[in-house]
């Protein structure tokens, strides 16, 4: 595994249902070459596991904050992962 490759779960607040905010963190992740996942919670919340070079992560994570259009992110909170049995690609899971 590079050194450089890490993995995150994130877990992203606000108005973040609704609002497609799923489907665009799954285009934008690939657009970077990452992986994982992303899906919704019962709090209304969206959580995401994401992998892949560090400084990929590092722009998926600013882009998250941002969200897509019609979404207003309150918070991004994320936590370090074991990248080591990660998906080989970037689904919806839920």
């Not at 595994?1 to 609704?18: F, H, K, P, S």
Request: glycine fraction near 10%; proline fraction near 5%.
């Amino acid at each position: 595994m590079d050194r450089d490759y890490t993995a995150v779960l994130v877990r992203i607040t606000g108005r973040v249902q609704g609002v497609s905010f799923r489907v665009w963190t799954r285009a934008e992740a690939i657009k970077l070459g990452l992986t994982g996942w992303v899906r919704n919670e019962d709090d209304g919340s969206v959580k995401a596991l994401i992998a892949g070079p560090e400084a990929a992560v590092s722009t998926m994570l600013d882009r998250l904050r941002q969200g897509p259009p019609g979404a207003s992110v309150s918070s991004v909170v994320t936590e370090k992962a074991d990248p080591g049995e990660m998906p080989q690609t970037f689904s919806i899971t839920g």
